[in-house]
């Protein structure tokens, strides 16, 4: 069974930064797309970031781009994301989430999913 | 940018009832719309990819149609379990990016 963690959430003052891990296990890491995909609360799923199977590309959603950085340490089957200068409006539960087809192939649906973790940005 | 737009927000059902959901894609996509179920405290569940195809271990009462720009999500009998809420998700992939969108959601109660 895959299996995707997400870690590194809590409560950050704004204007600050925070970085999210995404612990993986039980299939070939580095041959999938992985994605960061948030939900605040009262609001809908709301798509953050891709990172390509080998790195080689990465593209992030509007209110994002500029301040948070998608990663990966294909090494040590590890997905992260770097978010800095945040805003109140980032508040939400952040979810990893890998791509059903490996390789980067052009399907861009989300198969497997992490638990989530909280970010809370609030002074 | 391609947009989806989800319709109704929220309905409330009866068990056994069969339960439509639809999404509008601003533009042509193909048969590339999926559907998620994601309910309180839980991880986001896909049930149909591209369109019309049922992810392994998901029940068959629940199915997708359409293409183009218009397309339907559908619960045949609804179940107390399937109480949660529903997005579609699309994505555009042009002018060398990637950007992927998830309609508003729809809210299924019983």
């Known amino acids: 069974q895959v299996h995707l963690v997400e870690s590194g959430g809590g409560v950050v003052q704004p204007g600050r930064s925070l970085r999210l891990s995404c612990a993986a296990s039980?299939?070939?890491?580095?041959?999938?797309?992985l994605h960061w995909v948030r939900r605040a609360p009262g609001k809908g799923l709301e798509w953050v970031a891709v990172?390509?199977?080998?790195?080689?590309?990465?593209y992030y959603g509007d209110s994002v781009k500029g301040r948070f950085t998608i990663s990966r340490d294909n090494s040590k089957n590890t997905l992260f994301l770097e978010m800095n200068s945040l805003r109140a409006e980032d508040t939400a539960v952040y979810y990893c989430a890998r791509e059903r087809t490996p390789y980067s192939t052009g399907f861009y649906y989300l198969d497997y999913w992490g638990p989530g973790t909280l970010v809370t940005v609030s002074s | 940018d391609v947009q989806v737009t989800q319709s109704p927000s929220s309905l409330s059902a009866s068990v056994g009832d069969r339960v439509t959901i639809t999404c509008q894609a601003s533009?042509?996509?193909?048969?590339?719309l999926n559907w998620y179920q994601h309910k309180p405290g839980r991880a986001p569940q896909l049930l149909i990819y591209d369109a019309y195809n049922l992810e392994t271990g998901v029940p068959s009462r629940f199915s997708g149609s359409g293409s183009g720009t218009h397309f339907t999500f559908a619960i045949s009998s609804l179940q107390p379990e399937d109480v949660a809420t529903y997005f579609c998700q699309g994505h555009d992939d042009t002018d060398d990016t990637l950007l992927l969108t998830f309609g508003g959601g729809t809210m299924v109660d019983i």
């Open positions: 533009q042509d996509i193909y048969s590339s």
């Open positions: 990172i390509w199977y080998d790195g080689s590309k990465k």
């Open positions: 039980t299939f070939t890491f580095s041959a999938y797309g």
